[in-house]
């Protein structure tokens, strides 16, 4: 039997790199998963298609999951044609870069502020469906950078280490109601997020050299992780933190 039959998973972010492996793995499980994207509705389309393609269930949904109209909108269509929310994995962000001493004030704002307003929002609304039900699954999609600083990335740093802590206040929280709350930290994935510098061959190879492994991460490397979180097996374990990183931070 596949783990996830019967649950309704939400997946931000969905339409193209982890966001989509994450989502194809869920529909495998037998999730019905809905794909969030905010802008590139083909994408969203895409991997909708690939799940149904290879015998999953899933459906796309616009929202800028930093606005909570649009989020209040997406989760109002869930509650109306679903009824309940089993799982929500919080993966939508963005990424710039900029030396400290140069940054913007409002990229500042848009890459920190913007994308912890994003998990917050949705892991709010997903949490009072999940009570309801005494049961959720809640996996913040964060990455080794909640630890490891980075030249240019401050914003996004500061915003990775965000999620962290805000993760452990609402696995706190929530437990009680049976609802679990993890990490999964993704070292250095190759996707089109991060592209503009990984197709330099030189800062490419210097970045898998860094990688006991040997090679840097596939999308689907965090397949396997997210399905055992999202599982009713899963139960046990809440407020942790998962690293899938090739022992890059060992």
């Known amino acids: 039997m596949k783990k996830l039959n019967g649950r309704i998973a939400l997946v931000t972010g969905a339409g193209r790199g982890i966001g989509r492996s994450i989502a194809s793995a869920l529909a495998a499980e037998g999730a019905h998963v809905i794909v969030n994207y905010v802008r590139n509705e083909e994408a969203a389309r895409e991997t909708v298609l690939h799940i149904t393609e290879n015998g999953g269930s899933a459906g796309a949904f616009c929202a800028d999951v930093t606005s909570e109209e649009q989020v209040d909108r997406m989760f109002a269509y869930i509650q109306k044609q679903f009824g309940k929310l089993d799982i929500l994995v919080n993966n939508a962000a963005v990424l710039s870069r900029y030396a400290f001493v140069d940054m913007p004030t ?9 994308n912890a307003r994003g998990y917050f929002l949705c892991g709010q609304r997903a949490a009072r469906m999940m009570i309801l039900n005494h049961y959720g699954r809640i996996i913040n999609v964060s990455s080794i950078s909640q630890w490891r600083a980075a030249v240019g990335r401050s914003h996004y740093c500061a915003y990775k280490g965000s999620v962290g802590m805000l993760s452990k206040c609402m696995a706190l929280e929530l437990a009680p109601h049976g609802i679990t709350v993890n990490v999964l930290a993704p070292g250095s994935i190759h996707t089109d997020f991060n592209d503009d510098v990984l197709s330099d061959s030189v800062y490419y190879e210097k970045a898998r050299e860094s990688i006991p492994a040997g090679r840097l991460g596939r ?10 979180l999202a599982s ?11 690293t899938v990183d090739g022992a890059m931070t060992v």
Do not use: H, K
């Not at 409002?106 to 913007?114: F, L, N, Q, Y």
């Open 106 to 114: 409002s990229e500042w704002e848009r890459i920190m502020g913007g």
């Open 219 to 228: 999308p689907d490397d965090m397949d396997a992780a997210v399905v055992m």
């Open 232 to 242: 009713e097996e899963a139960g046990y374990i809440n407020g942790a933190v998962l």
